[in-house]
């Protein structure tokens, strides 16, 4: 019996059609819905992408005054998922305590299963909205500090980093982190976005396909990349050590955190981007130590392998140089991407198709039970 092609980790399979974002390895371009990342990134808050990814096009001032009204009157997360929240085990990681409030959420929507379109863009609106206050809570938490309530007068970027410090930093800081958010939004079908799709493919409601994705995001192979890529860096402690480091690593056969990409072979788009910013941040914040070793390291990399840094590379430090603790990186990515996530989930459920591949049986041929 022949054995069909099996393509290990869909590589190179095409699934469908998107109309949200396309990647263009070979010239190093990703653009939402047809804007290119970069110019996104220097022109546009973290609110217009995310009307943009949403809506298709990006707001009129009418239209983006709607909607910054509707995200910062849905920010206050209610008693009764604070105190679940709270009754999370001290130790779990914090992308526990996002997938665990996502899920709660739904459990709590009376309109969990109505997956209108209408529907589902209101529920990625309350969830976006609401996510950096479970987020900065929760960081605060663990730091034994209270929570901050949300601020309706400030924009998303800076309402979470004054719920997790106290104030609104630098405006550097605030810009760096704002472009982090864009650059992070979306990556058509990227591990945690296809998880999603999956699970909306089953008519499966939208709080439901978002905990999914959470949970694939938290991977290290993933989204979990920029809290290793930093704690790696704070492993190597001293530039000077980086390359010896580094090349320890590979010999090892180990894989090097922050490096290399399903999709990107030459390099990831998003970089350039996000390294100008955390060249910003280091200068805003006197952390140009970090910036020593990135640079070591991408050019010890390149030298050893030719494999480049993905977007995780210079977010990792950046967010550290912002005065996150490193655990709380991934769950910053998770308030970025649950706009792309929702997007690619209202656009399966417009133009659905059960997901579900073959697979060649491998194991033991039939046999009878014995009784
Ligand atoms: N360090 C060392 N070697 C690497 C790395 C790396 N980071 N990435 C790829 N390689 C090597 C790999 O060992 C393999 O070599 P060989 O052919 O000799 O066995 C070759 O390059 C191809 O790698 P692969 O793992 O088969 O390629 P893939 O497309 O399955 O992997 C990846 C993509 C992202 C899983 C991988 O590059 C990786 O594990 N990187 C580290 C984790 C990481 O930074 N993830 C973030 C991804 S991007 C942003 C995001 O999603 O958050």
């Known amino acids: 019996e022949a054995i069909p092609t099996i393509y290990k980790g869909l590589a190179g399979v095409v699934v469908d059609t998107t109309a949200i974002s396309k990647v263009v390895p070979e010239t190093n371009s990703l653009t939402y819905r047809g804007y290119a990342v970069q110019d996104l ?12 990814l949403w809506h298709g096009e990006l707001p009129t ?13 849905a920010r206050r997360a209610d008693r009764s998922l604070l105190s679940l929240l709270a009754k999370m085990p001290d130790n779990c990681h914090p992308m526990d305590v996002v997938r665990t409030a996502i899920s709660y959420l739904g459990a709590e ?12 863009l209101a529920k990625a609106l309350r969830m976006t909205a609401v996510l950096p206050t479970i987020v900065a809570a929760d960081f605060r938490r663990r730091r034994g500090q209270d929570p901050i309530a949300p601020h309706s007068h400030l924009g998303f970027a800076e309402n979470f980093l004054n719920m997790c410090f106290g104030e609104v930093p630098d405006p550097a800081v605030v810009t760096a982190f704002e472009v982090s958010l864009i650059l992070y939004a979306e ?21 439901s396909a ?24 704070l492993e190597i402690g001293d530039p000077d050590r980086a390359e010896e480091w580094l090349l320890g690593k590979l010999a ?3 894989k090097v955190m922050g490096f290399g990409h399903r999709v990107y072979k030459n390099g990831d788009s998003r970089v350039p981007t996000m390294k100008a910013a955390l060249h910003d941040v280091a200068a805003a914040t006197g952390g140009e130590k970090w910036v020593r070793m990135y640079d070591i390291l991408e050019k010890a990399m390149a030298g050893a392998t030719g494999i480049a840094p993905n977007l995780d590379f210079p977010t990792g430090p950046a967010y550290y140089l912002m005065g996150f603790d490193v ?27 059960l997901i579900r591949p073959l697979s060649e049986y491998s194991g033991v041929p039939q046999r009878s039970v014995v009784a």
């Open 187 to 207: 990556h058509s079908f990227n591990a945690s976005t296809f998880a999603a799709r999956v699970v909306t493919s089953t008519l499966s409601d939208i709080y």
């Open 327 to 353: 655990e709380m990186f991934t769950p910053m990515f998770v308030m970025s991407r649950i706009t792309g996530w929702t997007a690619h989930i209202i656009e399966q459920g417009a133009s659905n198709s």
């Open 109 to 120: 929507d009376p309109a969990e299963d109505d997956n209108s379109p209408s529907e589902n």
């Open 41 to 52: 990134a220097a022109h546009c808050s973290f609110e217009e992408v995310a009307y943009l």
């Open 61 to 73: 001032p009418a239209q983006l005054e709607l909607l910054c009204q509707r995200e910062r009157a």
């Open 252 to 254: 090892a056969k180990d």
């Open 210 to 233: 978002v905990t999914a994705a959470i949970g694939a995001l938290k991977g290290p192979l993933h989204g979990g990349a920029n809290e290793a890529v930093m704690h790696d860096m």
